[in-house]
Each structure stands twice: as structure tokens, then as C-alpha cells.
């Protein structure tokens, strides 16, 4: 089964052509970044706007670079949600069209089920496991009992980590969008003396918090008698990261030991990070899991990683009306509802 596989849910504008759920044919992505750096954060309509603007040539590129002609595609697939309403109906739109023209099913799916099965393209990943998804606007722990079977375990009660990083990347004046900087900072230096609180740790549960944490650092910016120089920028993006691997670790090993699983799966943007992949490796060998990490490439947005979902359901006989809206908030557990 040949699919194009949709995007469009944030900032970025993705197109993919995926063979069975699994070959990635090609698997395009168009970055907002540019549009949206100097306002230190995305801007819904420019989203929007861009995303009308680049998605045609992105859908042509993808089919072209994949050697595939339209017609023999068997299907579209499309984030129906969460996401920017806007952004998403772009995505959603063209889909539906596309799929009217060529006379094929689409399918809208979940875009977290998207980050958290992306690892099924590089290595069969069996279930049950655990799933960390940690991106721009997720802190999420599920158990995941197969595609479509999702327990929420825990969740941040205020701000993503991904956002935390942004955060605390605007607040040091490092620039948009803050992971990947503070990342190579942190690599480039030590924590110094700089102790970070770990919020929610102690607590018996799977929860996270990281808006105390992002407060923490503007506290600790406001007592510096200057603004930090390049020493201190480098402790105090190394401290950051430092506390929030450690909370993310930390609770993640907890909820896999409570469920009895042994396998983790780390998704979303914020699993780029080298710390965050440094520590589950050394806590692999030392606790005796198996914890996996896509490619950077299928951690952040992408639209490959919607096939894998796409393929199953559809093979499934499931399908999308061509009556289908686009959801900004959806609960992960009701990710096997293909209408409305
Ligand atoms: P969601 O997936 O929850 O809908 P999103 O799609 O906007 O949100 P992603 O694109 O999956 O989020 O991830 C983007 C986030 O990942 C940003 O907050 C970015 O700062 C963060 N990120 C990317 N690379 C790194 C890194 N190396 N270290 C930490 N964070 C990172
Ligand atoms: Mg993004
Ligand atoms: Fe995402």
C-alpha cells in the first residue's frame, strides 16, 4: 500500500511517501523557522499563510523525489489534530482534495500517535511499551498496548518541556527555537554550582511540571549582578537540561517499573536531545531496558511518521468522510475516531 503521508500541524509544512507503513519513499520538510525566529515564537496565521504557500510544490517534490505518480497511490493520510487550527486545516484541506481527485481514501490521525510509532519505521518496536512524548506542546507518558491503544500513565500539568527549552532559550537571549540551542550549549559546558529544582519529583505520581523550573532560571538570571556572560549562559543551559533529564528519566523509569514494562519508546522534538538520549542509554545498561529513539530526523515533525498509523487503520478498512474537521485538542486515547 502506497501512501502520502501530511503534515501541517505546527511550523512545519512535511509531505511523505511511504510504502506499507514502514519504506520511506521520500519524506519532505519545510521549516517555518525563518517565518517566525524574529517574534521568538510561532505566529498562528503566518503559520497558517505558509503552509498554503508551500504545500503544492512540497506534495509534487515528495511524489517526484519518491519516483511514484499520483495515481498510484492508494491513500492520504493527514494530522487531523492537535495542533493550530488554522495550520491544520491547511494540511487537512489538500488532503481531502487530493483525495477526492484521485478517487482514494484519506484517513486524519493523531499527530503524538504519528511521534510515538515513528520508531516502527526504523526498528520493530513490540508491545506493550512505554512512551515518553516530549515535544513543543506534549509531556506525556503512555502505555501503549498496541497501535490505537493508548493509557495516559502521567502528564505535565503546565508548560511542555519543549516549551520550557524555548522558554528558557528566550529568556537567555539564545534565540528560536530554544532545544537544539541550549543542547549544544549544554554539550559545550558544565553545570558549574547551578542546582535546578526537579519539580513534582518526590511526588507519587507520573506527572511533570517545568513552569517552576522556567522560573527557577529567570530567579537565578535576576540576582546575577550583569547580564550572564558566555561561561554563565553555558552552566546555566547545561543546569537546565541537567534537571529536566533527570525529571524525565527519573519518572519515565518509575511508570515503566509500576506497569511491568521493559521497553521504552522516546518521541517527539525534544527527543533530539543528546543529554536526554545520553542518560536513558546509560540507564538501559544499568536497569536492563530496551529504550528507543527514532532518528533526529523522524523525532521532530515529520510527515513519514503518520504512515505508520495511516497504513494500519486503513488496512483495517477504516477511513475518514470527506466531512472531517481538523481537532486543536485531542485526547490521545481517543485516537481511533476518524470522523466528525
Ligand atoms: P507537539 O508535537 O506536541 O504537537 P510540536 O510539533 O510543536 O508539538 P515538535 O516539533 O515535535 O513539537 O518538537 C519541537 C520542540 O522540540 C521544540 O520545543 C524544540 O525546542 C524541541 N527540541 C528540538 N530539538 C531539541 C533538542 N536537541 N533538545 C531539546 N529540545 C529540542
Ligand atoms: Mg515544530
Ligand atoms: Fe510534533
Redesign the pocket.
Known amino acids: 500500500m502506497l501512501l502520502l503521508a501530511l503534515e501541517s500541524?505546527?511550523?512545519?509544512t512535511a509531505a511523505a511517501v511511504v510504502r506499507d507503513g514502514k519504506e520511506i519513499l521520500s519524506n519532505l520538510i519545510s521549516s517555518q523557522i525563518d517565518v517566525h525566529a524574529a517574534y521568538g515564537g510561532?505566529v498562528p496565521e503566518l503559520a497558517s499563510r505558509r503552509h498554503l504557500e508551500v504545500i503544492n510544490p512540497l506534495v509534487d517534490d515528495a511524489l517526484q523525489r519518491a519516483g511514484v505518480e499520483k495515481n498510484q497511490l492508494d491513500g492520504v493520510v493527514v494530522t487531523r489534530g492537535?495542533?493550530l487550527i488554522g495550520a491544520l486545516l491547511v494540511g487537512l484541506s489538500f488532503a481531502k482534495a487530493f483525495a477526492y481527485a484521485q478517487q482514494i481514501p484519506v484517513i486524519g490521525v493523531h499527530?503524538?500517535e504519528g511521534?510515538i510509532l515513528a520508531i516502527q519505521l526504523e526498528k520493530q518496536v513490540e508491545y506493550p511499551f512505554l512512551a515518553l512524548?516530549v515535544?513543543?506542546?506534549?509531556t506525556h507518558l503512555f502505555r501503549v498496548d498496541g497501535i490505537g491503544q493508548y493509557r495516559l500513565l502521567g502528564r505535565t500539568v503546565d508548560d511542555?518541556?519543549?516549551?520550557a527549552?524555548?522558554k528558557v532559550?528566550k529568556m537567555l537571549g539564545l534565540g528560536y527555537?530554544?532545544?537544539?540551542i541550549?543542547?549544544k550549549l549544554a554539550q559545550e559546558s558544565d553545570d558549574g554550582d547551578i542546582v535546578f529544582p526537579r519539580p513534582l519529583l518526590k511526588k507519587d505520581n507520573y506527572d511533570f511540571s517545568f513552569s517552576g523550573m522556567k522560573t527557577a532560571v529567570l530567579n537565578y538570571l535576576n540576582k546575577l549582578d550583569a547580564e550572564p556572560d558566555k561561561e554563565q549562559l553555558g552552566q546555566i543551559s547545561s543546569a537546565f537540561?541537567t534537571a529536566t533529564v533527570d525529571v524525565l528519566t527519573k519518572k519515565a523509569l518509575r511508570a515503566a517499573e509500576a506497569e511491568g514494562l521493559t521497553r521504552i519508546v522516546v518521541a517527539?522534538?525534544?527527543a533530539?536531545?543528546?543529554g536526554?538520549r545520553k542518560r536513558f542509554a546509560e540507564l538501559a545498561e544499568t536497569e536492563r531496558l530496551d529504550v528507543f529513539f527514532p532518528s533526529p530526523i523522524l523525532?521532530?515533525?515529520n510527515a513519514a511518521m503518520l504512515a505508520v498509523a495511516g497504513h494500519h487503520y486503513l488496512q483495517q478498512g477504516h477511513r475518514s468522510n470527506l466531512d472531517l474537521n481538523a481537532v486543536s485538542s485531542w485526547p490521545l486515547e481517543q485516537a481511533g475516531i476518524f470522523s466528525g
Open positions: 500541524s505546527c511550523d512545519e510561532v492537535p495542533g499527530h503524538i511521534h512524548a515535544s513543543g506542546g506534549h511542555a518541556a519543549g516549551e527549552f524555548d532559550a527555537p530554544g532545544g537544539p541550549i543542547d537540561q517527539g522534538g525534544v533530539c536531545n543528546s536526554l523525532c521532530a515533525d
